[in-house]
């Protein structure tokens, strides 16, 4: 019988040195240094929360040498960072976690010190971006039990085929959270074209309510939302809306919630005029309201 | 049988043969005993262990064929954290060596020893890195293998194993649940042979101003 013990650990070294070469440090904190990966040519995309100043950016390559690094933008939401600086690293396969499946072995690789490091584990869970506390736009959360070593933020997590699902963030309870790739890319092209992350803002709080039996009959949902407050000088408030209404519909997309909401404010509807449909006094009615652009810090 | 099935056949079988050289250390009397692991370094009776888990008297030494006998304290180095005791046996089984200087990173690896007192609890995972500048360490020049596997008290002094089954560390430390520290093999060849003159052989002469009896 072959040693298929031995086989499985050189495999998974060769697959940590084969990658470990498109992972760098990242030194923009005061504590530890933390890793990101490079993304493209001269792009190295990390986790935003490793990214404490915007200046002073530096990154350790795989061959020792140390760079001076521009932040070229970051999001909070998505909690991803995209640096430049002039490297020419190999640029490793990123893939989307549609192919990845519970139980598939990963490894998760970081570079807070000079040398590559490695830990080992499951995919647990592939979770949606509903699941999520609200505010955090990802399409899908990977859910490991890798380790996350001190520094390994911004890492790379890489399947058994070496392909890149995504770079690693903070565990929080235990478990480690992968952005994966398919959010990375839109963070990281939005950013690279306009050095942030634009949303659409209407300035409405509001929550979600349990439509009465008669709306549902009308319009086919069970929820809507019920406006709580209205931001002075808002789009919300130029458009008319009112505290007490119930918001149906944003541009066409019914609304169940305030994540449907939050989803339905992609930057391409930022300045247009859409149609918003809400119940007021037991009535349908339909505004149009201009939407604004969401200010981030 | 799939490749997991052949896994874990190829994993028990190592983790059978490697516990034979594993043994329990006992210390202390009545109620204050303490317990840990050790490592049989030599058939005839060196066994390697950490500092830490010899600081009482009345050391003895459980067998993996259930013998229990007196152990000698000949070497202890507290900075290293390694130590070495004598027994009074000979033909006892012993693990191959292996090279803790060129562990990958990302192999895999695991660490037998007594967990809580549990006899032979083994644990497995994979080199996070090695050296002497690992972030989570103190930057005093001693070398460490980061590992990420579940070491518990009890483990200290146990072997550490690569994917072949050779010694490659002694357990030694966790700084979490998930990641544990071992020092490695080449470092205690260099602790024998600094304390004792062991390069292969266990000698009997050991250099009395490095020996400490407790």
């Not at chain 1, 998974?12 to 240094?33: D, I, K, M």
């Not at chain 1, 935003?48 to 795989?62: A, K, M, Q, S, W």
């Not at chain 1, 002039?86 to 519970?102: C, K, N, S």
Request: hydrophobic share 45%; glycine share 10%; with cysteine.
């Amino acid at each position: 019988m072959p040693d298929v013990l031995q086989n499985l650990s050189d495999e998974l070294a060769a697959l940590t040195e084969q990658v470990s070469v498109s992972v760098v440090r990242v030194e923009a904190r005061r504590r530890l240094p933390a890793s990101g990966t490079v993304w493209d040519k001269g792009v190295v995309v990390t986790a935003n929360h490793v990214v404490e100043r915007d200046d002073d950016i530096h990154i350790g390559l795989p061959d020792g040498n140390r760079l001076s690094a521009k932040l070229v933008g970051r999001d909070p939401l998505s909690d991803i960072a995209v640096l430049r600086a002039e490297f020419d690293l190999p640029v490793p396969l990123w893939t989307t976690p549609e192919t990845a499946r519970v139980g598939q072995l990963v490894l998760a690789l970081g570079r807070p010190s000079r040398h590559i490091m490695a830990t080992l584990g499951v995919i647990s869970a592939l979770e949606t971006g509903d699941q999520l506390p609200r505010g955090i736009q990802v399409d899908h959360f990977l859910q490991t039990d890798v380790v996350m070593y001190p520094g390994f933020s911004g890492g790379a997590l890489i399947s058994a085929n070496g392909r890149v699902l995504g770079i690693n963030t903070s565990a929080m309870r235990g478990i480690s959270l992968t952005i994966p790739t398919s959010t990375i890319r839109r963070v990281v092209e939005a950013l690279l074209k306009h050095g942030k992350i634009q949303r659409g803002y209407l300035g409405v709080g509001a929550q979600a309510i349990k439509l009465s039996p008669a709306i549902t009959a009308k319009v086919g949902q069970s929820y809507g939302l019920l406006v709580a407050s209205v931001e002075p000088d808002s789009p919300a408030e130029q458009g008319g809306v009112l505290i007490g209404d119930i918001l149906l519909r944003f541009n066409e997309m019914a609304l169940s919630s305030p994540e449907d909401l939050l989803r339905g404010l992609q930057s391409d509807c930022i300045s247009k005029t859409v149609p918003i449909v809400i119940v007021r006094g037991g009535e349908l009615q339909t505004l149009q309201v201009t939407v604004g652009e969401r200010l981030m810090r | 049988m799939s490749i997991l099935e052949q896994v874990n056949e190829r994993l028990s079988s190592l983790a059978a043969e490697a516990r034979r050289s594993l043994v329990r250390i006992l210390s202390g009397r009545a109620w204050r005993q303490g317990s840990g692991s050790g490592t049989i370094w030599h058939s005839d009776g060196l066994i390697v262990t950490n500092a830490h888990v010899v600081e009482r008297s009345a050391l003895r030494v459980v067998l993996h064929d259930g013998r229990e006998l007196a152990a000698e304290l000949i070497a202890a180095d507290k900075h290293l954290d390694l130590a070495a005791l004598r027994i009074e046996a000979s033909g006892l089984p012993t693990v191959v060596l292996g090279n803790s200087k060129q562990l990958r990173v990302g192999s895999w690896v695991f660490a037998l020893g007594f967990p809580y007192g549990v006899d032979s609890g083994l644990t497995g995972g994979v080199v996070i890195g090695s050296g002497a500048d690992l972030p989570e360490m103190p930057a005093n020049g001693r070398e460490w293998l980061a590992l990420s596997l579940h070491l518990r008290p009890g483990h200290s002094g146990g072997m550490l194993l690569d994917a072949a089954g050779k010694l490659i560390g002694i357990n030694t430390l966790i700084t979490g649940p998930d990641v544990g520290f071992a020092i490695p093999v080449h470092v205690v060849k260099r602790f024998l042979k600094a304390q004792l003159g062991v390069t292969e052989a266990p000698s009997r002469t050991a250099r009395p101003d490095s020996v400490v009896i407790l």
